[in-house]
């Protein structure tokens, strides 16, 4: 693997990470105050539902008033203290978000207009004289049937409520605890990933560069014989191949110099060796002048093209 595609690799596996945990802990904190306004709402409509029962309780303390007593105006007070009940009541409806909540409000709303049914009622049956009939409807059908209908759904209103938060904070609970380990183990896996980055590139390229500069101040002291890792299949590796081809040409030049001092064969192996240096330097700076021409003339491509054009 090349070490431009490790260094990628590397950066793109701390990226991922980084990324990964920044999401998950949005995700937690939208989670968390996900759930903190499940569970206000939950309060808010079990209060709600208590004011709408304290309401009803007081208004219906009207109509035994209206019964045994002589108030005539126990309707108006009637209808004036449950007022903020049936506010009230509309308020605790648009809470109801579930099937079961829905429900509650269905049970109740009917349980209330059945007594409020029975409490115009038996006024009609006071307002007309008939205290006797009112009576035994406000004993019989409201206060034992109908009012305790409406006492116990409200009150398994509230009960689900209440039942309804202590899920909402479990399973608060087990979120911010899994959240809490998922940002642990991320965190845990970017920094493990970090610091093997970190020696990644302290043993495996600034180690090397370090060798290779050893190398070179070492050549230019006259030590040829020193010869660098050449296996590693990336850019090092290919520095290192060439390093190592530099120093065994010079060396076998310095021999050929050396044999030419001694012999006649010598001499002409190291005029052919002198050759093909004077060439491949007269290549080299041919390529090198061709790259300058090129990089000089590719901007004044497009105007020539259109003064061409022109003629």
Known sequence: MSLRRKLLTAFGGLVFFTLF????????????????????????RSILLESIRASTFRAFKEVPDAVTGDDPD??????????PARQKFEAWRELAKTREEQKQVAEVRAALATLVKDANEIFTLVERGDKKNAFILMEGRLEDQNFRRFNEVSAQAVASDEKARVAIRAQNERAQNIERLT???????????SLLLGAYLGSDLFSPLQNVEQAMRDAAAGNNQIRLDAEREDEIGRINAAFNALLEAQSRREKLLSLG???????REWGQETIKVALHSQISNLRANTRANCSKTAPNAPRASSASATM
């Not at 937690?28 to 306004?37: F, K």
């Not at 126990?74 to 007022?83: C, I, P, T, W």
């Open 21 to 44: 945990l920044a999401g998950m802990t949005l995700r937690a904190v939208n989670q968390w105050n996900a759930n903190e306004t499940r569970l206000a709402e939950h309060y808010q």
């Open 74 to 83: 126990s309707r108006e007070e009637f209808d004036l203290y449950l007022q």
């Open 183 to 193: 940002l642990f183990v991320t965190a845990l896996a970017t920094l493990i990933l």
């Open 261 to 267: 001092k001694n012999n006649g064969n010598g001499h």
